[in-house]
């Protein structure tokens, strides 16, 4: 798989399908790549993308068989991601490439089937039950499919091989109280191990002078991402900064939790 003039090829003289969006703004300032499913069929997918009223579109997107649809240029800002933040980024549309997975998302349970929200059955072979991790409640939800994945998983690498792609998050990160996509059925931490660049802290570890609350955003309207706020003294590794802002990953564990990132107010910190 190759990227030429900011298209998609499955090898050279060999294109994937391109079908046009209407829906499409200007550069894109490429850092991140965001994956979403369709909670649709394909065609209904495509169809939406289509529509100017829509307002809606992705660069790519992939069906169960894995072939490949592309719809806006790979350096032109599509509208997949709506209000969204993420680590000091407003509005990912202008930051972000976004996938879209040919998947019915969080499912429907009658009895011992399942349907989507769209009426579909789907089998019970193809349904997970999971937790959503923005949610408390056991939910089912449409499994990708193995040429899905492997598909992706290509497309990532051409992706992150060519543009200055950071990470890799869901839609689901970035819009939290808004939505559930990819959900808990596709394999995130796979793709993040196996793709997501690290960025080297900027400095040594600091200290938390005091007890101090971490948020999910640079700011104090942003919410408290743990109940409680990290004692005085807890350690941490600043990892990004915005204004008077870090977003730190904190060292060893806080009432059990070993993986807490967040953001701090740097007026509270001491470099050790």
Known sequence: MLIIDHKLYLRRNKPVSYLASPNHGGQLDCKFLVFHYTASTEASALQWFQSRESQVSAHIL??????????????KVA????RSFWKGFAMLNYYAIGIEFENAGQLLQNGRSWRSWYGASVPKRQVIEAVHKHDSMLSGWHKFTKPQLKTARKV??????????????????????????P???????????????????LSTNYSCTAPLNIRSGPGTTFMCIIPEALP??????????HQNWGYVKVIGRVNGDD???????RHYLKKL
């Open 259 to 265: 993986d807490i990132q967040g953001w701090v107010h």
């Open 62 to 75: 992939i069906n169960r068989k894995g072939q490949i649809t592309q719809l806006v240029p790979l350096d």
């Open 183 to 201: 959900g808990p059925a596709f394999p995130m931490k796979d793709f993040q191990k196996a793709f997501t660049l690290e960025k080297a802290p």
């Open 232 to 241: 005085k003294n807890t350690q941490v590794v600043v990892l990004e900064e």
């Open 79 to 82: 509208w997949h991601a709506g």
């Open 156 to 181: 990532a690498e051409v992706l992150m091989e060519t543009y200055p792609i950071r990470e890799i998050i869901g839609h689901d990160d970035i819009a939290p109280h808004r939505k559930l996509d």
